[in-house]
Each structure stands twice: as structure tokens, then as C-alpha cells.
């Protein structure tokens, strides 16, 4: 795990904290770190708060879409949180797709949709 | 007068300084935090562009003054082979075949100018320009007080 990101475990979900910014390979480390702990924790949900990343560009999105696609077919959810106003701007103008990934706006919310999912049929 | 901001890149954790140098620039040049945003947002994917394809190039970032705008100008330098096809690179469907991704032409699309220079002997150069909006928005008006 890189050191710039906290994970902690809440029930049967895990929370993941970015620090501050990362470098690519620390993006990595944490889509492969998660994806690995869904199962050792037996975690349904994946819920990664990205407050405090300044800048999202095509490799973070990437990465975080497939972290959702990996995680999804191990039996948990990932939402991200926390997308900072200027950086969803700057998303927009790059016409970066983050779907089909959900997001957020803090993590009351993301705990809130992954119990509503958890209750509800898988589709 | 501002000297050259020059930045090294050579490998991935360059980036981070790279986002970082732009973003402290564009915000002492009076660049709106959103503005500020964009410009780091271009630099992260043309540098990842050096990294990637090249290996090691250099960022440089420097102050414009022009007539009544001021902006901010990007140049990322590599010496590597050159970029073969700079049409593909800079199309959106590109990004699907596995080639340069959709770095390039998102990057254009956050900045105000964007340019090509590329050749298998000199390597390649992007120039990109950002003008600071309330600049711009201050020519509009003064051209439209000149016409009447």
C-alpha cells in the first residue's frame, strides 16, 4: 500500500484515503492493493475518497475504472468520493469518462448507496 | 521578468513535480484555481507522454505577456523518435487502438494553444499556451467599445 493512502476496514466495506498526490506507480499499487483485499477481507464495497488529489488525468481515471471492473467481478462495489469542483471541471473539458464507475459527493453518501445496493437483488 | 521554469522528466515521479511547479506558477500569474487545474491537468499527460514513449525530456514553463493578456506558456521537449502519425495522435479514436491514448487530445482541449513539432531527427516538441480568462474577457469589451 502506498504510504500516501489510508485503508481502513468499516464492516464490509473499505475505506480508502489518498493523502495527497500520487505518482503513477502508486496509483497502481493502490488498484492492485484493493482489488487484492476484497477478497483476504471479504469486503462488498470499495469506497476510494480522492479529496485530495489535484489533478485527475487519463491514467487515474484508467486505473480507477479498472479497479471498479476488477473489484465488481471479486463481489464489491467501488465508489469514489471527493472529486474536488476544479478537478470535475477539468474531467469535463477532457472528456474524461469515469463510467461505469459511480461516484459520490463525500463518503456519508457512498456508505449510504453500497447499503442500498447490499439490500437490494444483485442485477 | 520571470525566468524559465524548467522541469526534468525521466520518470513517473517526475509528474508529480511537473503538476506541482505548473500549478504553483499558474496561481502566482493570477490563474483562477480551476485555470491553475487545467494547466496541471495538460502537463501530467503531456509529461506521462515523455515518460511513456521517450523515456526523458524536459518541461518548460514561462510567463506570458502579450499586448494586454498574460498567460502561460508549456513547453514539453523530448529527443526521442518522433510521433509517425501526428493526426492519429491527436484524434480521440486513437486512444482505443492502443497507441498514444487519449493524452494529446485532451490535453489540447484544456489549453487555449496547442502545437506539434515532430521528426524522427529532432524528436518532438508540444507547445501549449493558457491566456488568463479575465484577459480575455477585457479585449472582448474593448474591442466592442472601439466599434461604436
Redesign the interface.
Known amino acids: 500500500m502506498p504510504l500516501s493512502v489510508a485503508i481502513l476496514r468499516q464492516g464490509d466495506y473499505l475505506i480508502a484515503s489518498v493523502q495527497n498526490?500520487?505518482?503513477?506507480?502508486e496509483v497502481l499499487e493502490l488498484r492492485d492493493d484493493l482489488a487484492e483485499r476484497v477478497g483476504r477481507q471479504r469486503a462488498r464495497g470499495i469506497v476510494v475518497d480522492v479529496s485530495a488529489l489535484?489533478?485527475?488525468?487519463?491514467?487515474v481515471a484508467r486505473a480507477l475504472r479498472a479497479l471498479a471492473a476488477t473489484a465488481r467481478l471479486r463481489g464489491a462495489e467501488t465508489i469514489i468520493v471527493g472529486i474536488?469542483?476544479?478537478?470535475a471541471?477539468?474531467m469535463v473539458?477532457?472528456?474524461?469518462n469515469l463510467a461505469p464507475l459511480r461516484t459520490a459527493l463525500d463518503l456519508d453518501e457512498a456508505l449510504a448507496l453500497l447499503d442500498g445496493a447490499k439490500h437490494a437483488p444483485r442485477a | 521578468m520571470n525566468g524559465d521554469l524548467r522541469v526534468a522528466i525521466e520518470a513517473d515521479a517526475d509528474l508529480v513535480e511537473a503538476r506541482a511547479a505548473a500549478r504553483r506558477l499558474a496561481t502566482s500569474l493570477g490563474f483562477s484555481r480551476t485555470d491553475a487545474t487545467l494547466i496541471a491537468t495538460a502537463i501530467s499527460e503531456i509529461a506521462r507522454n515523455i515518460v511513456v514513449h521517450v523515456g526523458r525530456g524536459t518541461i518548460t514553463m514561462r510567463a506570458l505577456v502579450e499586448d494586454e493578456r498574460r498567460g502561460l506558456q508549456i513547453v514539453a521537449e523530448d529527443n526521442g523518435a518522433g510521433i509517425r502519425d501526428v493526426e492519429a495522435a491527436l484524434d480521440d479514436g486513437y486512444a482505443g487502438r492502443g497507441g498514444l491514448g487519449l493524452g494529446l487530445p485532451g490535453a489540447r482541449r484544456l489549453m487555449d494553444d496547442f502545437e506539434i513539432d515532430t521528426s524522427p531527427e529532432r524528436g518532438t516538441r508540444v507547445t501549449m499556451k493558457k491566456w488568463r480568462v479575465r484577459d480575455e474577457l477585457e479585449r472582448l469589451r474593448d474591442r466592442r467599445r472601439n466599434e461604436r
Open positions: 498526490d500520487l505518482s503513477d506507480a489535484d489533478v485527475i488525468d487519463s491514467f474536488q469542483p476544479d478537478v471541471i477539468a473539458h477532457f472528456k474524461l
